[in-house]
């Protein structure tokens, strides 16, 4: 073969390469995509979060004004949601939708026992000094588990530590305008 055939054959195998389409099937990582969704604890079926008016409702938390119930924008890959939902989410069409099961550990961690701490009830404030309100005790935010005395026991671990959860999504829209993207990212962040 001559130099010349040789370089004639090497074209047409980069032209077959460059015509063959290296991109993934569907949505993929850096995708900004509209999500419904409704997350859960898997034990006790407690409605966590959701852009479902109707469920909303039936979890009692549909009367909250400043709530939004449209769908969420997010960016796939981007830790918007959980790492499961991401991965997921990538292969997938406008359309398609998912019940995730995410494991403790890929939530929001396992309820450690040391986190549970006694404190003096002079750290709370006095109109947190009750149980189940929130507080901040040295840098840290925990919630009020009892009050005796001079004493409080805190829980500092999240409150879904320890909880197995279901995300139930469906993908409603990819969104490709850059102002919409923009708006939506910003939405999720104040809401």
Same mark, same amino acid.
């Given at each position: 073969?001559?130099?010349?055939?040789? =370089? $004639?054959?090497? %074209? @047409? /195998?980069?032209?077959?390469?460059?015509?063959?389409?290296?991109?993934?099937? +569907?949505?993929? &990582?850096?995708?900004?995509?509209?999500?419904?969704?409704?997350?859960?604890?898997?034990?006790?079926?407690?409605?966590?979060?959701?852009?479902?008016?109707?469920?909303?409702? =039936? $979890?009692?938390? %549909? @009367? /909250?004004?400043?709530?939004?119930?449209?769908?969420?924008?997010?960016?796939? +890959?981007?830790? &918007?949601?959980?790492?499961?939902?991401?991965?997921?989410?990538?292969?997938?069409?406008?359309?398609?939708?998912?019940?995730?099961?995410?494991?403790?550990?890929?939530?929001?961690?396992?309820?450690?026992?040391? /986190?549970?701490?006694?404190?003096?009830?002079?750290?709370?404030?006095?109109?947190?000094?009750?149980?189940?309100?929130?507080?901040?005790?040295?840098?840290?935010?925990?919630?009020?588990?009892?009050?005796?005395?001079?004493?409080?026991?805190?829980?500092?671990?999240?409150?879904?530590?320890?909880?197995?959860?279901?995300?139930?999504?469906?993908?409603?829209?990819?969104?490709?305008?850059?102002?919409?993207?923009?708006?939506?990212?910003?939405?999720?962040?104040?809401?």
């Amino acid at each position: 073969m001559s130099d010349n055939e040789a =370089e $004639a054959a090497d %074209a @047409d /195998d980069a032209t077959e390469s460059d015509s063959e389409p290296d991109d993934a099937e +569907g949505l993929q &990582h850096g995708d900004f995509v509209k999500l419904e969704y409704t997350l859960r604890t898997t034990d006790d079926d407690e409605v966590i979060d959701t852009t479902d008016e109707e469920v909303a409702e =039936e $979890a009692g938390f %549909a @009367d /909250d004004d400043n709530r939004d119930f449209t769908p969420r924008t997010i960016i796939i +890959g981007d830790g &918007h949601v959980f790492d499961a939902v991401d991965d997921s989410l990538v292969g997938s069409e406008v359309g398609d939708g998912d019940a995730v099961v995410i494991p403790p550990e890929d939530g929001f961690g396992e309820h450690n026992p040391e /986190d549970v701490r006694t404190v003096s009830a002079d750290k709370i404030p006095e109109d947190d000094r009750y149980p189940g309100a929130t507080v901040q005790i040295d840098r840290e935010q925990g919630h009020v588990e009892t009050i005796i005395g001079g004493r409080a026991r805190v829980n500092f671990n999240h409150p879904l530590a320890g909880e197995e959860l279901e995300y139930d999504y469906e993908i409603v829209a990819v969104v490709d305008d850059r102002e919409e993207q923009a708006e939506g990212i910003l939405g999720m962040y104040l809401q």
